[in-house]
């Protein structure tokens, strides 16, 4: 049987799909448009900065809020807002610039807890400094506070299944 033949009966098994209106359409284009460049902007702005990238402030910022300034990396990965494939080699660099320090997870020696230090909760609080400016000027210098409320509701739609 031909490849064109089998998806043609699999299609006859499904309901067929209706295809996503021109406003739809211009919205998916836009929202990702939008991210793309915002956060490029952000980036910009802490690079010229000298600081590090947008990452580096999730990973500080999620552990400034964990019980004790400690989390597990695997809650890490859970809490940040980046898709992150490889938070290990992350937490490495962090490491390295005295950051975070990795610390032997209690009655287990496999895993283990990454817990903020005194220059990392420094250099979030630098970091935000830049960042909270940037969110200002390209987002809060754009919309009054009842127009994000809408976009944040609108957003939240979109996150629910």
């Known amino acids: 049987m031909s490849i064109c033949m089998h998806l043609h009966r699999n299609q006859q098994r499904f309901a067929p799909m209706q295809e996503p209106s021109p406003s739809i359409i211009r919205a998916w284009g836009r929202l ?70 990795r610390i032997p997870y209690p009655g287990d020696k496999r895993r283990q807890i990454v ?9 979030q609080e630098r970091m935000w400094s830049v960042y909270g400016a940037a969110i200002n000027r390209f987002i809060g210098d754009k919309l009054t506070d009842r127009e994000a409320g809408q976009l944040s509701a609108l957003l939240l739609k979109l996150l629910q299944e």
């Open 32 to 101: 990702i448009r939008t991210e793309r460049t915002v956060v490029g902007r952000i980036e910009a702005s802490l690079k010229s900065a000298g600081l590090p990238s947008l990452h580096w402030y999730d990973v500080l910022l999620e552990l400034k809020r964990g019980p004790g300034g400690r989390l597990t990396p695997r809650e890490i990965e859970a809490a940040v807002l980046f898709e992150q494939y490889n938070l290990s080699r992350l937490l490495d660099r962090m490491e390295g610039e005295g950051l975070v320090r």
């Open 115 to 123: 817990e903020i230090t005194d220059e990392g909760r420094a250099l």
